[in-house]
């Protein structure tokens, strides 16, 4: 399984900010996505914040992991990326 590389040089404060943002609107931060993965295919990008995931809210990345895995063939992304809620979808591990 290959995976994206942070951005070089991110700084600390970057981090901060965007965990204290996902913690006020209830979804978790993408500190990094793996190439071959649901959520890649769908385009979900280092900064955003994931809030739902097939409908249904992600506030713990233990809720995005039970989610995602109970239905891998399509996945729905609802995330928050540049002040703006985007929804993606992808259908490439089905």
Not at 9 to 25: N, S, V
Not at 69 to 76: F, G, P
């Amino acid at each position: 399984m290959t995976r994206k590389a942070l951005p070089k040089k991110a700084p600390a404060a970057l981090f901060a900010q965007l965990d204290r943002l996902a913690r006020i609107l209830g979804g978790i931060p993408v500190w990094e996505v793996y190439a071959d993965s649901g959520a890649a295919a769908a385009g979900v990008r280092f900064g955003d914040i994931i809030l739902r995931v097939n409908g249904k809210e992600t506030p713990t990345f233990e809720q995005f992991l039970a989610i995602g895995e109970a239905n891998l063939s399509r996945l729905e992304f609802e995330v928050f990326r540049n002040g703006k809620t985007l929804r993606l979808s992808s259908d490439a591990l089905g």
